[in-house]
């Protein structure tokens, strides 16, 4: 009855997993929402930099602080580099500028609240009543191709491997493995 019960939770997740995940030399999916202040953001607001698009299931939580305040932490490295960084997740503006405020976040967070750009970039999950994006990242080119997707993320580590992952792509390297 256990491995029956497990069977079907597993079967469930990847079933409410909604939508396909795009494709590494794909064209980036574009987006259109407000960050913590209100202001509206889309994917050609970023051409011509590096964009590390990071999703996240949620503010405030112990994974997504530790990942958030990593990239906080590298802000200048990603500037001096010529990369942006956008955290998105299906918390609304007003949870996004109290975690802006309180983690003190350099960076633009996106409430995608209808969850429709986390179902696009295939990371949106459905449990139960509760819709989240799962923890992947995906890093964009300055032409707006997807060159790495991060399907694994460690939030301890994250941030070194995009910023690791750019420098090697821009040098004209291989992307690391993960």
Known sequence: MRILLSFLILATASIAHAGGTPEVGATAPDFRLQDQNGDWHQLS???GKWLAVYFYP???TPGCTTEACNFRDNIYAFKAIGAEVVGISVD?????KEFEEKYKLPFTLLADSGGEVSKTYGV????????IADRQSFLVNP???IVKHYEDVDPETHTQNVLADIE???AGEPA???
């Open 176 to 178: 690391t493995a993960g």
């Open 92 to 96: 609304d503006v007003d949870s996004h």
């Open 124 to 131: 949106l999950r459905d449990y139960k009543l509760m819709k």
């Open 168 to 170: 090697n792509l821009s």
């Open 45 to 47: 607001d970023y051409q």
């Open 143 to 145: 032409e707006g191709v």
């Open 58 to 60: 949620k503010d405030d």
